[in-house]
Each structure stands twice: as C-alpha cells, then as structure tokens.
C-alpha cells in the first residue's frame, strides 16, 4: 500500500547528541514537510521541501536539519543545538500544486531526552 | 500572514448526537483551501475533509460536513451521529497558492464522545 512511513516510532536522546528521524513515502509526491507538536498543541513547521535537493526552513528551524537526495526521502536530524526536543514530530508529503492537495501524514516518531 | 483560530480546547458530545467544531481562518489571499483533520492518541493525522474557497457547495465526507461560511471566514466542521471511535483531537488547517501551498494549522478541538 501507499504511504508515509516514518522510524523509528520513539527515539531517545542523550545530551549533545544528534539524533536523526526517517520519513520515506512511496505516493511519488514531490513536497515533503517535517512538522514538530508539544503535548495539547497544535503543529509548526520545521523545514520543507517541494523539490529534491531544495528545501526551506519553516517556522522553528533552528536546531534541525534536513536533506533532500531522494524524491523519496527526507530525513530529520535533531542537533544538540535543539535545547528542547522533546516532542512528537511529524512527516507529511502532498503533490505540490494547488492549495486543494491535502497533506499524507506518517504514524509519527516520539522523540525524549534521557 | 495566515491564522487559523480554534476556540474550543475541549468539547463532550453524547453518542449517537451531532457536534460542531469551530474554525475561524484570516487570508488576504483568494484561493485556499480549508482542512480537517483527526488525530486520535496514537498520534497519526487522519485527513477528514477538505473545502476550496471557490466550491459554492459545502463539502460532506461520509459523517463529516464542513460548514463553510466564506463572508464570515468560517469552516466549521460538523460530525453526525457521533460514536465512542471519534473521540480524538481535530484540528482545522488552510493552505493558500501564495503561501507556497504551506498548511496552517488551528490549535486543536479536543473531543470527547461519552457513551
């Protein structure tokens, strides 16, 4: 079947270290989207890209990085700059053109701090 | 800028009964998209309905309509015959062509279906 798939499902991470999300989708969309959400909140937006090898930073950026190699591949890294990650993040993916393109979600990685 | 506003944090709704869920939206833009999703505790996003802003007709999606009130700059969604498995948070997005096709995001309606 067609969809996000996004690992791991939790992740932890120790002080000064980089941890880095997977998000592969195989519904040949050309826009991918990584989306961070704290507890009772709604989502921001981290970085996108509507293009391989392009992508541009979103609302919070600061403390994340992201790669765009493959159309079907856009990896998160959470550098230890990010004071704060603890949160849920979110990977989504959508044609690009036309506002009337809803955005495919994956299941979601959890990522904590120990 | 876009804004998506939801009011309500919370809301019970009884089984069986119908619930509305606001969504008021700002854009100076004229093509948009209107959004919902669901989002039970697992965590996945469940796309629900979408409304474009040129559709003179409001969009229904099995149990789920959207009340789409353009002058008002409302999107309101309605859930019919409410049952146990709806209880999940919902959140209203928009997407506009001049805002690079970006999803904006409400805050969030947490709805709790009681038996």
């Known amino acids: 079947d067609g969809g996000i798939t996004q690992s791991p499902k939790y992740l932890f991470r120790k002080e000064g270290q980089n941890v880095t999300l997977s998000c592969e989708q195989n519904l040949n969309h050309d826009a991918m989207y990584w989306y961070r959400q704290d507890p009772g909140q709604g989502l921001r937006l981290i970085y996108y890209?509507?293009?391989?090898?392009?992508?541009q930073k979103g609302d919070i950026a600061e403390g994340y990085s992201v790669s765009r190699e493959k159309k079907e591949s856009f990896p998160l890294t959470v550098t230890s700059a990010q004071k704060n990650p603890t949160a849920f993040y979110l990977c989504?993916?959508?044609?690009?053109?036309?506002?009337?393109?809803?955005?495919?979600f994956g299941d979601g990685t959890r990522l904590s701090i120990l | 800028a876009q804004k998506i506003t939801q009011t309500q944090p919370g809301m019970f709704v009884q089984e069986k009964e119908a619930v509305t869920l606001d969504c008021t939206y700002d854009t100076s833009d004229q093509s948009y998209g209107l959004f919902w999703y669901k989002q039970p505790s697992s965590g996945e996003m469940i796309f629900l309905i979408y409304?474009?802003?040129?559709?003179?007709q409001n969009a229904t999606e099995g149990r789920y309509s959207l009340n789409f009130q353009k002058a008002r700059k409302s999107a309101n969604l309605v859930i019919s015959a409410s049952q146990l498995g709806d209880s999940a948070m919902y959140f209203c997005a928009m997407r506009t062509n001049n805002a690079g096709n970006m999803l904006t995001f409400g805050g969030g309606t947490r709805l709790m279906v009681k038996p």
């Open positions: 890209s509507q293009i391989v090898n392009d992508f």
């Open positions: 989504a993916s959508s044609i690009q053109k036309g506002p009337n393109q809803p955005q495919h």
């Open positions: 409304q474009g802003s040129y559709d003179e």
